[in-house]
């Protein structure tokens, strides 16, 4: 992935936290383009229109959850209605292990990080992924 | 009358109201952006404060558990690390539909939130809440 060919999509229903995670990633990469929703459905939405290559994503979300857009974009994979895969981080407050552990083997899923999250585990994970 | 075995606001006293160090560091240590955020945080936990009266009333648990996760995760990640715990509870409580438990911490709930709202005016003059 090229540092200026960056697109982040945030799913997170929480605006403190959109915002949190946005001055974050605008630091690290200045030239990196980022979408926002407040929920699943605006997520799969933009994520259609734009094709991000990183979406961070929260799982416990009012009108439509995070397992749902999986849920979609995985129905879109196997389907051969979507081609290329993003990197899902998913930045979730569940403390339950067995869950923790089945969200982490979703479809396209690269990593899950616990609230709050410490932002210098998320740059190791972009900084292995950018060039 | 309040069961015995329930907490009281004691049981949460240990934790900080607002670590100030966590809440700088979360913002790169930018105070402008500290303060949009607190406000945001701040406004945040008053809605939700109505709507958990209202799905109270109701005994709307899954409305309950999502809100109670969600502030949960906004206030540890700011450091308002009481106000977190209790939304903890408060999020286990949804999570058994208990809600004798559930109304009383939603009672130490408030009272945490204006100890929050307290401190940060005295912590940050210049918050304009």
Same mark, same amino acid.
């Not at chain 2, 930018?30 to 955020?37: F, Q, S």
């Given at each position: 992935m090229k540092k200026n060919m960056l697109r982040f999509l945030i799913i997170e229903d929480d605006e403190m936290i959109r915002i949190i995670h946005k001055e974050f990633l605008e630091e690290l990469f200045p030239e990196c383009e980022i979408l926002e929703a407040e929920n699943a459905a605006q997520g799969i939405c933009l994520y259609f229109e734009c094709r991000p290559n990183v979406i961070l994503l929260d799982m416990m979300m009012p009108l439509m959850g995070g397992e749902s857009f999986l849920d979609i974009l995985e129905e879109g994979y196997s389907k051969n209605i979507l081609k290329d895969k993003p990197k899902i981080v998913v930045i979730t407050a569940i403390k339950d292990v067995k869950e923790l552990m089945s969200i982490g083997k979703r479809f396209a899923v690269e990593a899950v990080i616990s609230k709050p999250l410490v932002q210098s585990q998320l740059k190791a994970l972009l900084d292995d992924w950018v060039e | 009358m309040d069961d015995v075995n329930f907490p009281n606001i004691d049981n949460f006293d240990s934790a900080q109201i607002l670590d100030m160090n966590k809440a700088l560091k979360r913002v790169s240590y930018?105070?402008?952006?500290?303060?949009?955020?607190l406000n945001i945080f701040r406004n945040n936990l008053l809605e939700k404060q109505k709507i958990i009266e209202s799905g109270l009333k109701n005994k709307k648990w899954q409305d309950l558990r999502v809100i109670s996760h969600g502030i949960k995760g906004s206030s540890w990640t700011i450091g308002a690390q009481q106000l977190g715990n209790v939304a903890f509870s408060l999020e286990k409580a949804a999570d *058994?539909?208990?809600? +004798?438990?559930? *109304?009383?911490?939603? +009672?130490?709930?408030k009272i945490c939130i204006e100890s929050?709202?307290?401190f940060v005016e005295m912590k940050i003059p210049d918050i304009n809440f």
């Open positions: - | 930018k105070k402008e952006l500290l303060n949009r955020v *058994n539909e208990d809600y +004798q438990l559930y *109304n009383h911490l939603f +009672q130490i709930f929050f709202i307290e």
